[in-house]
Antibody
Framework: QVQLLQSGPTVKRPGASVKISCETS????????IQWVRQAPGQGLEWMGL?????????????IYAHKFKGRISMTRDMSRNTVYMELSSLRSDDTAVYFC?????????WGQGTMVTVSS | DIQLTQSPSSLSASVGDRVTVSCQAS??????LNWYQQKPGKAPRLLIY???NLQAGVPSRFSGSGSGTSYVLSISSLQPEDIATYYC?????????FGQGTKLEI
């Protein structure tokens, strides 16, 4: 079955970077977008951006980022590992959240299990 | 950015009740509206896509409706396992946005 397996929880210092992996299985990696969504403790869901694993045959670029994160977010893919990565730099305390990857271009299903990132000095 | 406003923010209901959650968009989103269910400590789960289409494997007591700027998620007969927070999400324009969530309690 389709599965998205994310890397484990991590603690970072303010100003550092974090890179989270999302390893996919059970489907053709190149045929589906991957989205990233985060959720701060006790808060709602926040869309961060998407990546098209191939970047081909689309009306837009292979990555689209929410304005809020532009300049400090990067999404990449390793097609040999069927894995997508999301890197967020210049971390602040308000970046403490659970980060989710999810499959799909306009509807997100299924989701990864989430990765807890704690930013603390 | 398109704003999504859900109401109510929280809801208490009894087993067997019919429950509805509303989602109001700040502009016409052409039916490009999804609903997710999230249980504590878990990832969200897609329930309804394109406003009214039931995702495979989701119980038929869940349904969605709406168009333009106004959308509704309904649960026809509330079950104990439906206790969760429900989110709407628009995919009509970037950045994709979510409603603030509706917490459902029994």
């Amino acid at each position: 079955q389709v599965q998205l397996l994310q890397s484990g929880p991590t603690v970072k210092r303010p100003g550092a970077s974090v890179k989270i992996s999302c390893e996919t299985s059970g489907y053709s990696f190149s045929n589906h977008f991957i989205q990233w969504v985060r959720q701060a403790p006790g808060q709602g869901l926040e869309w961060m951006g998407l990546i098209n694993p191939t970047g081909a045959g689309t009306a837009y670029d292979s990555t689209i980022y929410a304005h809020k994160f532009k300049g400090r977010i990067s999404m990449t893919r390793d097609m040999s590992r069927n894995t997508v990565y999301m890197e967020l730099s210049s971390l602040r305390s308000d970046d403490t959240a659970v980060y989710f990857c999810a499959r799909g271009e306009v509807r997100f299903d299924p989701w990864g299990q989430g990765t807890m990132v704690t930013v603390s000095s | 950015d398109i704003q999504l406003t859900q109401s109510p923010s929280s809801l208490s209901a009894s087993v067997g009740d019919r429950v509805t959650v509303s989602c109001q968009a700040s502009q016409d989103i052409g039916g490009k509206l999804n609903w997710y269910q999230q249980k504590p400590g878990k990832a969200p789960r897609l329930l309804i896509y394109d406003a009214a289409n039931l995702q495979a494997g989701v119980p038929s007591r869940f349904s969605g409706s709406g168009s333009g700027t106004s959308y509704v998620l309904s649960i026809s007969s509330l079950q104990p396992e439906d206790i969760a927070t429900y989110y709407c999400q628009q995919c009509d324009d970037f950045p994709y946005t979510f409603g603030q969530g509706t917490k459902l309690e029994i």
